[in-house]
């Protein structure tokens, strides 16, 4: 039974290499892969989809306005066996509902992987979507730079400076975010409001 799947983790998680290994491993059983991102991610180019590891590959970009069960009924029923999305978190909570209707619909299963949280540690609308929503959940861990598990997307400036203010959605990489555990990241926090202070 086909089922929409959630695999979040925090930057830094691998979570593209996994998209891409999980296209590679459908693929190789002569699976046939319709592999998609968000329009609004264009770090590596909007059609493309780029691990740190150095994994690439093109993936059909999809804008806001996409509504994705008739894009998927645009093609013949047999036309994919899986659908495979990056960074879903970008997903509009509407988009969600209509990738769950093409699990229901057409027993196709959907991998989603993305950001559970912003940099503030709020669910983003996509991810909030697949909390409510997915069949199965599951996390792609990986650690702060103490050792603990990260679960934080800490924002920082180009002086080094935590940023705790701001729009939700900032694209960027290991120049913009560090995932942190949550200790770490209000420690980090409380020493930027001390050097803040005026003496």
């Not at 830094?12 to 290499?17: C, D, F, Q, T, V």
């Amino acid at each position: 039974m086909a089922k929409l799947y959630f695999k979040y983790g925090a930057m830094g998680s691998s979570k593209s290499a996994q998209v891409l290994i999980t296209k590679f491993n459908y693929e190789e059983r002569d699976m046939k892969v319709w592999l998609i991102k968000p329009a609004v991610d264009l770090r590596d180019g909007s059609d493309v989809i780029k691990s740190r590891i150095g994994l690439i590959n093109t993936a059909e970009r999809v804008l806001p306005e996409t509504n994705l069960l008739k894009r998927f009924a645009e093609f013949a029923p047999q036309a994919f066996d899986v659908i495979i999305t990056d960074e879903c978190q970008f997903f509009s909570e509407v988009q969600i509902d209509q990738l769950r209707q093409i699990v229901d619909d057409y027993s196709i299963p959907v991998l989603c992987f993305g950001l559970r949280t912003d940099f503030l540690a709020h669910l983003f609308p996509g991810s909030k979507r697949l909390f409510e929503l997915a069949d199965s959940i599951s996390e792609i861990k990986t650690i702060c730079s103490c050792g603990s598990k990260a679960t934080i997307n800490a924002r920082f400036d180009e002086n080094g400076r935590i940023i705790t203010t701001g729009d939700q959605v900032y694209l960027g990489g290991n120049d913009c975010y560090v995932a942190l555990c949550h200790r770490c990241w209000q420690k980090r926090i409380r020493a930027e409001k001390a050097k803040q202070k005026p003496i």
